[in-house]
């Protein structure tokens, strides 16, 4: 089973996919973690500035890990729809993508806390604002190749919005019969 959770930056979506695919035993696959991790120069430059990388190479480095894997948790992609047709054309799309949906004004709240360097006021307005331009066609190609959705409300505790997204997750974990939690 592959699990997709959608959100703008700050909405919580690593938090819930990480404690989740711990507790579940799955993968959990972030790109964007894969890429902060990067210690090359253009990775970096490019990660201050909070422009997006490429589908190809995006995908280039989640492929591989979901190909690998029978349980994942995709975190934050595919962030455009060609990303979402290259997993359609892999058989790789999620079974249920999972949009945590938070106000920009929390997202501001909660992202002052994290304090990365790339999280200034205005990269922030503008991640929100392309996940949001984005977030309804990548919904709409995968809901028309199969995919199921739910969206959550991603204000409240950690633990709050952990179990509205668990919740929905075992509906179709105990609707599958083949997963086991």
Same mark, same amino acid.
């Given at each position: $089973?592959?699990?997709?959770?959608? %959100?703008?930056p700050? !909405?919580g ?5 990480q ?6 035993? /799955?993968? /959990?696959?972030?790109? *964007?973690?894969?890429l ?5 120069? /253009?990775?970096?430059?490019? &990660? ?7 589908? +190809? $190479?995006?995908?280039?480095l ?12 995709? #975190? *934050? ?14 058989? &790789? ?6 949009e ?18 790339? #999280? ?10 392309m996940? +949001? ?12 190749? *199969? ?6 409300? *991603?204000v %409240?505790?950690p ?5 509205r ?5 075992m509906?179709m974990? #105990? %609707? #599958? %019969?083949?997963? !086991?939690?």
């Open positions: $089973m592959n699990i997709l959770f959608l %959100g703008a700050g !909405s979506k690593s938090t819930i996919g404690t989740l695919a711990q507790e579940m035993g /799955w993968e /959990w696959i972030s790109t *964007g973690e894969i902060r991790q990067s210690t090359e120069p /253009w990775v970096v430059d490019r &990660l201050k500035t909070g422009q997006l990388f490429d589908d +190809e $190479m995006v995908m280039g989640a492929i591989p890990r979901i190909e690998s894997s029978q349980n994942t948790i995709y #975190d *934050g992609f595919p962030r455009t729809v060609r990303q979402a047709e290259m997993l359609v054309e892999k058989g &790789l799309q999620p079974d249920l993508m999972i945590v949906n938070v106000p920009l004004e929390e997202i501001f709240e909660r992202l002052a806390l994290r304090g990365r360097e790339q #999280d200034t006021p205005e990269i922030i307005e503008q991640r929100y604002n996940h +949001e331009d984005t977030k309804n066609e990548i919904m709409a190609y995968l809901v028309g190749h *199969g995919v199921k959705v739910a969206v959550i409300d *991603g %409240g505790t633990e709050e919005v952990y179990a997204a668990k919740a929905e997750v509906k974990v #105990d %609707g #599958d %019969g083949g997963v !086991s939690a």
